[in-house]
């Protein structure tokens, strides 16, 4: 009898030291009307290569161009307040304006959530520093890759509006307001003359120029 209890104080006592699984919390955060993300994200490419030809590097023909002036240029790294997609076509390398710029999205965008009741996600950085060569590579899978892109300078990048890395298994957040959030983030730095934004239907994706 003193076995059998034994046994099942054991098991009663393991039982008790499993982890509890955790779901996350369906969670709607408040969002602020601007408007139509065609209308409010329309600077014309015009305005991009402006501002890259003034504050970037001469664009690079190929990639070793590209790492011997890494002293230039300042190399991007996941972290706290966003994730580099997996680069195909460009190299996560920035000029330190539109590095700096990259990080206030990035940091908006989290106190942003935050102070919403929100959690558990970062942006997505799709597309950063692009060479020639790579835009060769790109325009044989996209005919409407453009050859004069923003994207040669340092001074540009994407962010996806589509996908949001989760961070945490604390909350779930619908895409269509994380998306919305970001909108408002780029919204107020583009007012402040820190940035040229363009919204990508096609490519899913913010097309950003550092200014």
């Known amino acids: 009898m003193g076995i059998c209890m034994a046994v099942v104080l054991l098991v009663s006592c393991s039982q008790k ?7 996350p919390v369906a969670k709607n955060i408040r969002t602020m009307p601007f408007g139509n993300f065609s209308a409010a994200f329309n600077d014309m490419n015009e305005s991009h290569l402006s501002a890259a030809t003034r504050l970037g590097i001469a664009p690079a023909r190929s990639r070793n161009e590209v790492l011997a002036l890494e002293g230039r240029l300042c190399r991007i790294e996941e972290n706290d307040y966003y994730a580099v997609d997996s680069l195909t076509h460009s190299m996560p390398f920035l000029v330190p ?115």
Do not use: W
Request: with cysteine.
């Open 17 to 23: 030291r499993e982890p509890k699984e955790m779901f």
């Open 97 to 211: 304006v539109a590095r700096n710029l990259l990080d206030t999205i990035g940091k908006n965008f989290s106190d942003s959530l935050r102070s919403r009741g929100g959690d558990s996600y970062k942006i997505i950085v799709t597309s950063v520093l692009r060479t020639e060569s790579d835009i060769s590579g790109l325009q044989q899978g996209n005919v409407n890759a453009s050859s004069n892109s923003a994207h040669r300078y340092g001074t540009t990048f994407d962010i996806t509006y589509v996908r949001f890395q989760r961070t945490n298994n604390r909350y779930t957040v619908p895409d269509a307001q994380l998306k919305h959030l970001l909108g408002e983030v780029l919204l107020a730095l583009q007012r402040q003359g820190r940035c040229y934004v363009r919204y990508e239907l096609k490519q899913g994706c913010f097309h950003i120029t550092a200014r």
